[in-house]
């Protein structure tokens, strides 16, 4: 009985833990310029956790990791927010070829491929952002299943919470998770 207890009591903390670190991160994306920071922190806490480390405390380690990455994610933001604003208004404008729709469903494709290993290799290696940007590229081709399973889950957990709004509060924290899972076995290979 005391083991039912212990694995209950554990995976209690765990759920609770996963919605404090998505409840901080949901606060601090409010201010729509620090989507990146917070993000990026998320996923630092998120490591700390797979990697067995001790965290000193959600809070804590989610505010740590937020000063540390603060300029450089803010950097990183501007640049993709100006690709995505372009891949955005290519489309709106190329609707109608369809060769040039491919190429740019494929240059979305990389986009995304390097998007879902920015923020997992930001918050594994201290690097500078041009390196980020390669390292996540690099990964990204080196591992095609990995990507595609990586950027499933970002679709998946999109599509959860455009169904089930009130997931927003466990959704992007647990994806987080599942996600770094996955990138860590990549990054001790």
């Not at 917070?38 to 505010?63: C, D, L, N, P, Q």
């Not at 955005?88 to 390097?114: A, D, E, K, R, W």
Request: charged share 10%; aromatic share 14%.
């Amino acid at each position: 009985m005391n083991i039912l207890n212990s694995r209950m009591l554990r995976s209690i903390e765990k759920i609770v833990d996963l919605f404090l670190l998505n409840l901080i991160w949901l606060l601090l994306c409010l201010p729509v310029v620090t989507i990146f920071p917070a993000t990026a922190a998320m996923y630092g806490v998120t490591r700390k956790w797979v990697m067995g480390k001790e965290t000193g405390g959600i809070f804590r380690s989610f505010f740590i990791q937020f000063r540390e990455c603060f300029f450089q994610s803010i950097g990183i933001s501007l640049l993709w927010f100006v690709l995505a604003y372009l891949i955005f208004v290519n489309y709106q404008l190329l609707h109608s070829n369809l060769l040039m729709m491919g190429i740019l469903g494929l240059l979305t494709l990389l986009f995304l491929s390097i998007t879902v290993y920015l923020f997992p290799v930001m918050a594994h290696l201290e690097t500078k952002w041009k390196h980020l940007i390669r390292n996540s590229l690099i990964m990204a081709i080196s591992y095609p299943l990995s990507t595609l399973l990586l950027i499933g889950i970002l679709v998946i957990s999109m599509y959860l919470i455009y169904l089930i709004p009130v997931l927003i509060f466990i959704i992007g924290s647990l994806s987080v998770y599942v996600s770094y899972t996955i990138c860590h076995k990549l990054f001790l290979k």
